[in-house]
T-cell receptor
């Protein structure tokens, strides 16, 4: 079945440091890949997505590239801010045997990011 | 645009009691999901509705969990009787995706803030 594995956290960085959160996946076919973010006390929000191999999703300074050869979708940001402190979830939308989307998400376990001033 | 509404936000119950959570999706969204998020884990899909029909309930513990979406709009998730391991955040989400469509064509899934359940 489909699965997503994220690097174990928590991750603690100083402001303006470089961020990488690793994500690898297992899926049949060609899933779409997503990063969701959960700020303290808020619901899950879509951060970025990529729908095919070599696509790069980007938003708010965050980037992730869909790497089919390594089945990875690592999240990166060049200079983090205190306001980026949150839990980050990697997720995929799988494709069924008929080639259509299940229309649902399979999530990784989440990575807690804390950024200090 | 109003988001996905959930209530109650917080609930504490004793084991073997029952609890119900309510969700109102974004207007016009045909697909509604209930996810369970246990502390330290990613959300896990419990049930997916397309209008008022069930698309996927393979991970719903049917001996104690039930969900309905009678008029194809709002939905209720019930747990009876509750166990200690049911302590989690219950997330409702909705999407405009139709049957067979891909999540990649702009049909983003939107999540509510969640209902936090503690079973003691």
């Amino acid at each position: 079945g489909n699965s997503v594995t994220q690097m174990e956290g928590p991750v603690t960085l100083s402001e303006e440091a470089f961020l990488t959160i690793n994500c690898t996946y297992t899926a049949t076919g060609y899933p779409s890949l997503f990063w969701y973010v959960q700020y303290p006390g808020e619901g899950l929000q879509l951060l970025l997505k990529a729908t095919k191999a070599d696509d790069k999703g980007s938003n708010k300074g965050f980037e992730a590239t869909y790497r089919k050869e390594t089945t990875s979708f690592h999240l990166e940001k060049g200079s983090v801010q205190v306001s980026d402190s949150a839990v980050y979830f990697c997720a995929l939308s799988g494709i069924n045997a008929g080639g259509t989307s299940y229309g649902k998400l399979t999530f990784g376990q989440g990575t807690i990011l804390t950024v200090h001033p | 645009e109003a988001g996905v509404a959930q209530s109650p936000r917080y609930k504490i119950i004793e084991k073997r009691q029952s609890v119900a959570f309510w969700c109102n999706p974004i207007s016009g969204h045909a697909t509604l999901y209930w996810y369970q998020q246990i502390l330290g884990q990613g959300p896990k899909l419990l049930i997916q509705f397309q209008n008022n029909g069930v698309v996927d309930d393979s991970q719903l513990p049917k001996d104690r969990f039930s969900a309905e979406r009678l008029k194809g709009v709002d939905s209720t998730l019930k747990i009876q009787p509750a166990k200690l391991e049911d302590s989690a955040v219950y997330l409702c989400a909705s999407s405009s995706i139709g049957t067979g469509q891909a999540l990649d064509f702009g049909n983003t899934i939107y999540f509510g803030e969640g209902s936090w359940l503690t079973v003691v």
